[in-house]
T-cell receptor, first 112, second 113 residues
């Protein structure tokens, strides 16, 4: 069966510091991968999605970037965090062509 | 692009009653409509979905109905229990794409004991 991992689970970072969040998927090949952000009490905002290694589509212009160095690895980064970057970051995967998305456990980021 | 509107934003029901959450979408090419349940502090979980070739799908106490003509779909929960309390999100793919989902703004369901 498929499993999706995210780490760290929680993170407190000062404004201006860098960020690296990692997501890995097990039990499937060539998944579509997604990064979402959820502000407190709000909906799901799609940040990036990837259909293959090195292929990244950005949905929202911001100070975040994403990379997919391996088939089942997706990384979210920032060079300098802003207060507004605080939130619950969720990675998701889907099988190409099905539309079904499955979420990882999430990383709760607090920028202070 | 796809626009998904979800109503109501909050819903309180007595335990044992039914709950209905409705979503409308704008893109007539959309063909897949999932519902997610998110408990406090947890990840969204896919609980049921429907594709455009059927009008209704049931799974125990939950069901989803789809009206393609009116471009809306609804989640129905019968015999609600306190553990049904959560935020529910609907979604639809933009322009019939299988790559992305546009999510509704969510409904906070509270089941009162």
């Amino acid at each position: 069966s498929q499993t999706i991992h995210q780490w760290p689970a929680t993170l407190v970072q000062p404004v201006g510091s860098p960020l690296s969040l990692e997501c890995t998927v097990e039990g499937t090949s060539n998944p579509n991968l997604y990064w979402y952000r959820q502000a407190a009490g709000r909906g799901l905002q799609l940040l990036f999605y990837s259909v293959g290694i090195g292929q990244i589509s950005s949905e929202v212009p911001q100070n975040l970037s994403a990379s997919r160095p391996q088939d089942r690895q997706f990384i979210l980064s920032s060079k300098k965090l802003l207060l507004s970057d605080s939130g619950f970051y969720l990675c998701a995967w889907s099988v190409f062509g099905t539309g079904e998305q499955y979420f990882g456990p999430g990383t709760r980021l607090t920028v202070t | 692009g796809e626009n998904v509107e979800q109503h109501p934003s909050t819903l309180s029901v007595q335990e044992g009653d039914s709950a209905v959450i409705k979503c409308t979408y704008s893109d007539s090419a959309s063909n897949y409509f999932p519902w997610y349940k998110q408990e406090l502090g947890k990840r969204p979980q896919l609980i049921i979905d429907i594709r455009s070739n059927v009008g209704e799908k049931k799974d125990q106490r939950i069901a989803v109905t789809l009206n393609k003509t009116a471009k809306h779909f609804s989640l129905h929960i019968t015999e609600t229990q306190p553990e049904d309390s959560a935020v529910y999100f609907c979604a639809a793919p933009p322009s019939g794409s299988a790559r992305q989902l546009t999510f509704g703004s969510g409904t906070q369901l509270t089941v009162l004991p």
